[in-house]
């Protein structure tokens, strides 16, 4: 398999990465959709990233840094549907898990929407285990929140 192309979300950047980054959540997470405006937001905070395999966009990742005492981060994946089992999410996932290591997470989580079945066994596949369930207000899916059990990642 080719290598995988990752392009960081820059808040003050060109809109190029961020309009893709943007497209991929908002395909995957139908429910919450995100303005450009609240992508700049979150990409002060976070490392959002588009993903590419050549010149196509197959996903998106966040990281969110550590931001409690035990230093966890939550790794985000997301993988346009016609670019599922073609292990792009593995790459993905390693570069993800990789970053949220270098900058001090020593606890794991993620968050899947309860609909994107393929993303809930991808997660468990990792050593992922569901420590909470919530909806948000006006929606009617829950997400989960997981919780990596294995910290070796």
Known sequence: MSDLRFETVRPDGGDAVLTDWQ?????????EPLSVEEIR??????RLTATYH??????????????????????????????????????????ALATAYEIGARVIETVVLASNEEGLRFAERHGYVEIDRYILDGDTT??????????AG
């Open 142 to 151: 829950p997400f989960i929140d997981l919780r990596l059990t294995d910290t």
């Open 23 to 31: 497209h991929v959540h908002n395909v995957i997470i139908a429910t």
């Open 54 to 95: 050549g010149d196509t966009l197959v996903g998106c990742s966040t990281v969110r840094p550590p931001a409690d005492d035990r230093a966890t981060a939550t790794v985000i994946i997301r993988v346009l549907p016609e670019h599922r089992r073609q292990g792009f999410g593995e790459q993905m996932y390693v570069e």
């Open 41 to 46: 937001v979150r990409a002060h905070r976070n």
